[in-house]
């Protein structure tokens, strides 16, 4: 079964990441490593490696490859990288981030995902990722600034915390919209500016907080 999800891990490379267009040799690399079928739950392994978001529960999903892929080579990750990330979910994108980022800081408002997260990353021997429960839209201030920040739940609109933990030069990728499609926006802090850049049409969770989605 192992040898079936690495071929299975191999094709997704190949066919939903490189052939539209994913260049960054790190990610690929790291996408053709981790066991993603770990981060669901056994019934739905076979569905791991395919083209399509899988629920994990809690009416959260882990979402479609290409679209991890997507986020993180946007983030410009060089390996040195404090990364908060806000919606740990399954862990998956989680181990990606920790793979390329030199520590990740995640947060996650649903207590038993995050509980699972980090027993699944802590079997996989991931010792770079500091975990808690609350309210991602406020961000982790202790640990501010962010080299890197990855929201991997749709907001209404930016969470001011979120920008005021961004470091000089520092990247954020978050899904920008209504509670049922959003774009995927780049924003890069240049002092007091903030470049912004639209990486396309998405569909994510809601991102329920303060400065989110109300419940």
């Known amino acids: 079964m192992s040898h079936d999800f690495r071929i299975a891990r191999e094709r997704m490379v190949k066919d939903q990441l490189i052939a539209r267009g994913i260049k960054d040799e790190r990610v690929l690399q790291v996408m053709g490593k981790i066991p993603r079928h770990l981060f669901i739950e056994e019934a739905l392994a076979g569905e791991a490696y395919n083209d ?3 629920p994990i529960g809690e009416k959260q999903t882990i979402s479609q490859p290409y679209i991890v892929a997507l986020m993180t080579e946007a983030l410009e990750l060089k390996g040195d990288e404090n990364t908060l990330e806000i919606g740990t979910g399954s862990g998956y994108q989680t181990a990606i981030l920790a793979e390329l980022s030199s520590r990740v800081y995640t947060v996650e408002r649903i207590e038993c995902l995050l509980v699972n997260a980090r027993k699944i990353l ?5 010792d770079n990722i500091l975990f808690k ?3 991602g839209t406020i961000g982790w201030k202790e640990y501010a600034p962010f080299d890197t920040i990855m929201v991997t739940a ?3 609109g930016v969470p001011e915390p979120l920008i005021d933990q961004l470091a000089d030069d520092g990247r954020m990728i978050i899904p920008i919209g209504d509670r049922y499609s959003q774009e995927l926006i780049k924003i890069v802090r240049r002092g007091k ?3 912004q850049k639209n990486l396309g049409g998405c569909r994510f969770v809601n991102l329920i907080g303060i400065h989110g989605w109300q419940d």
């Open 122 to 126: 802590a079997h996989l021997g991931y």
């Open 193 to 195: 500016s903030l470049e």
């Open 52 to 54: 399509h978001p899988v």
């Open 154 to 156: 749709g907001a209404p």
């Open 133 to 135: 429960v609350f309210d």
